[in-house]
């Protein structure tokens, strides 16, 4: 019989196969015989023993595969334990080689590296640990190869995601089948057990090396604990304060119900907080900021009192000086402008119960800004200090007296019977100021200007409003000669802002477009001429309809703003002009220029900018009228800038003329194109033998001067023969048309014819 291969399966024992036979036998025989008797009789007996022994050979082969069913079965069951045991485990296992490679490993170890466990096998396992942990590891394996014995150590294992977990490493030294040694290792994940450690000791740190003091006590209120910190700050050591309760350091400053108002919001909420005045070991009494907690069980049950607190002693203090600083000036000591202003309303308030008055006085020195640049801002200093100090004598307990910054001052008189009752008040002050300031070096001296505000006034009034009024006073006193007081005037006060109120809405006028121009005609009477237009300015106000320029121009009479609207003015003449060109009416245009705005250096270049947006206007169909009392303002100006236009082509009249003081020198440098005769003169002069003799002497100069001459207010027809007869041809007023749109002034125009009686005159 040829022997089995070197690597073939063991053969079982001659007793085991006898007791197969057997088994096999046994089943055999409870067989049915597959052959009749019949032809077991016909086989050769050899046949038939081979024929017995293929049948019982089957039923051993049969029986062998059961018997390798149920190992395999029983293979399959353990290599499952296995799995359980080993790869499963809620550890991680891994062996290592001489050179530090990693053999088999579980997938516990796998998980815990955050890789899978191909990607470990043949790896160094000094690849995973951390850079700053390499040192230990090398240790570890240093003593296990020398000691033989287990050993453990703690480092950190680096994820292939960057983060890192804690591991417990133990590992025994055992040989490997190549005779090398190798190791094998239980790794543990402590990571949770080491970040609870960092916390405790992070408190640790916290308790002992926090600048805040700390108290802990047990239910009772014994202290069981302290810090550094509280014996830095309250002197007491430990060992004298442990058992004792926190009220050893009680200043006596807290009433009691302050802690039992503590104790109370501690018991319902667990938590109090605020500010308490303490006692040190050595007597002295310090601020604290405290927090106190109740420290609770997983139960919810407190177990402690934690107390932390700090020392604010130095922040108290230096919050009263900033308190100080806050509301009281620093140079004289004297409350400032924002404690004057809580003064002020807490005394108008009294006052409004009292039925009394108080004053406002609005103090500012005069002189002082010399002593500053003279002798230099020391002495000013002193000056200040000195002048708070003798106002500060002179009024009255209960008063108050502040300063307002710089060199003002500003004084709350209460209790008055009536405005007469603070004048004695007012000359006390006047005086006090006035006192000399002796020096080593020099004396210095100034005065006062005074101004008073009263309140109640006869409608309400706030408290910044009631300085500004004392302020205005103040100024006014200064313009009549400084050293006195000065009494606001309500009635005047109301009148400028109504001013100012009239200024803000024609300003928004213009801006809204809601001025207009309309035109009156000028003619020639004898020969129905239409000479020219002149613009008028009306207000289409949305309120109260169209007003005429007495409603507004006044108002603006002598500010920037008259020159605004007169530039506008001229600007929709000419625009106007131009429209009119285009319906083939051409005609002159006369516009009105005021005082200010004649004066402007830049007027001339503010007229070639105008007519340079209107290149389709003729400027010599652009006259402009002036008042004859603002050209003599400035004859040399105004006679240069006429010169300057009329190199433009633009001509000048002058509007009212024989109304002012006027001299035929003057008359004679102000080459004007026209004079206009004023309505006053034409108005009576159908009466009056004196105005017709003057409009003779105005006709007479103009053709003296070579102008022509207009009449202003022409009303009927017998006012145009009048004039007719006196040499005055030209005119307009109501008795010829009033001023009216530009839409309508074409048809007008063209349909217009002169009274039948001019012709003839």
Not at 126 to 154: K, M, N
Not at 387 to 410: I, P, S
Not at 640 to 662: H, K, N, P, W
Request: aromatic share 8%.
């Amino acid at each position: 019989m040829d022997k089995l291969p070197a690597h073939a399966a063991p053969q079982p024992s001659v007793e085991v196969r006898l007791a197969l036979r057997q088994r096999a036998e046994s089943r055999f025989a409870g067989l049915p015989e597959s052959p009749t008797a019949a032809q077991l009789a016909q086989m050769p007996l050899a046949m038939r023993h081979l024929l017995h022994e293929l049948q019982v050979h089957q039923i051993e082969l049969e029986m062998q595969n059961e018997e390798l069913r149920r190992a395999q079965t029983t293979l399959d069951t353990e290599r499952a334990h296995y799995f359980d045991f080993y790869d499963l485990a809620p550890v991680g296992y891994c062996t290592l080689d001489a050179q530090g490679l990693i053999g088999q490993v579980n997938l516990t170890t796998a998980r815990l590296m955050g890789v899978t466990r191909d990607r470990l096998v043949a790896r160094p396992l000094s690849q995973f640990i951390v850079a700053e942990d390499h040192d230990v590891f090398y240790l570890f394996r240093q003593r296990l190869l020398e000691s033989g014995q287990t050993v453990s150590c703690e480092l950190r294992i680096k994820r292939i995601d960057g983060s890192f977990v804690w591991v417990s490493l133990a590992a025994l030294a055992v040989p490997a089948d190549d005779g090398s040694t190798a190791l094998r290792l239980v790794l543990g994940d402590i990571t949770e057990r080491k970040q609870a450690e960092e916390k405790l000791q992070l408190a640790a740190s916290v308790f002992s090396q926090t600048g805040e003091g700390i108290i802990v006590t047990d239910l009772r209120g014994n202290i069981v604990e302290v810090n550094d910190a509280f014996t830095r700050i309250t002197g007491y050591s430990r060992a004298e304060v442990l058992g004792r309760n926190p009220r050893l350091l009680s200043s006596g400053r807290q009433a009691p119900a302050v802690y039992l108002a503590l104790w109370a919001e501690l018991t319902e909420t667990g938590h109090w907080s605020g500010e308490l005045w303490n006692r040190r070991k050595n007597g002295e009494v310090y601020a604290e900021l405290l927090s106190v907690s109740a420290v609770r069980d997983t139960q919810g049950v407190v177990q402690r009192y934690v107390a932390m607190f700090s020392d604010i002693s130095q922040s108290k203090s230096h919050q009263a000086q900033l308190e100080h600083m806050a509301y009281y000036d620093v140079l004289t000591g004297l409350p400032n402008r924002v404690l004057k202003a809580d003064r002020l309303q807490q005394a108008m308030a009294l006052t409004r119960r009292s039925g009394k008055l108080l004053a406002v006085v609005y103090i500012d020195l005069d002189g002082f800004k010399s002593i500053n640049d003279h002798y230099g801002h020391a002495a000013g200093d002193q000056m200040l200090i000195a002048v708070a100090k003798h106002m500060q004598a002179a009024m009255r307990e209960g008063d108050t007296l502040a300063r307002v910054g710089g060199d003002e001052f500003a004084a709350v008189l209460l209790d008055l019977e009536n405005t007469e009752a603070c004048l004695p008040l007012l000359e006390r002050l006047l005086d006090s100021v006035a006192l000399p300031l002796h020096l080593p070096e020099y004396t210095l001296q100034v005065s006062a200007s005074l101004g008073v505000s009263f309140y109640p006034q006869a409608q309400e009034i706030e408290a910044d409003q009631l300085l500004r009024q004392a302020d205005q006073a103040m100024y006014q006193a200064k313009l009549s000669g400084k050293d006195r007081y000065q009494v606001f005037d309500t009635a005047q006060d109301i009148s400028l802002r109504s001013w100012h109120e009239d200024l803000s809405h024609i300003h928004q006028a213009l801006g809204n477009h809601e001025f207009v121009l309309y035109y009156q005609p000028k003619v020639n009477m004898r020969t129905g001429q239409v000479m020219g237009v002149e613009a008028l300015i009306r207000w289409q106000h949305p309120a109260q309809g169209l007003l005429a320029p007495a409603a507004f121009l006044p108002v603006i009479e002598n500010h920037p703003l008259a020159i605004e609207v007169g530039e506008w003015v001229m600007d929709a003449a000419l625009t106007q002009m131009e429209l009119w060109q285009a319906q083939g009416v051409a005609l002159p245009v006369s516009v009105n220029v005021g005082a200010l705005q004649l004066q402007q250096p830049d007027f001339l270049a503010r007229l070639k900018a105008l007519l340079a947006r209107h290149p389709l206007v003729n400027p010599a169909h652009l006259e402009l009228e002036i008042l004859e009392t603002s050209a003599l303002q400035d004859v040399v100006y105004v006679s240069g800038l006429i010169e300057a236009c009329r190199q433009l082509g633009v001509t000048f009249a002058l509007d009212d003329f024989g109304t002012g003081y006027s001299s035929l020198i003057y008359l004679k440098r102000l080459r004007v194109a026209l004079l206009k005769i004023d309505q006053g003169f034409v108005r009576d002069m159908l009466h009056d033998p004196d105005d017709q003799a003057i409009l003779q002497g105005i006709v007479g100069l103009a053709g003296a001067f070579h102008c022509a001459v207009i009449a202003e207010g022409v009303e009927t027809v017998a006012h145009g023969r009048l004039l007719l007869q006196l040499g005055c041809e030209l005119a307009q007023g109501f008795g010829i048309a009033k001023p009216m749109p530009a839409a309508d002034l074409p048809a007008w125009a063209a349909g217009w014819q002169p009274d039948a009686a001019w012709r003839e005159a």
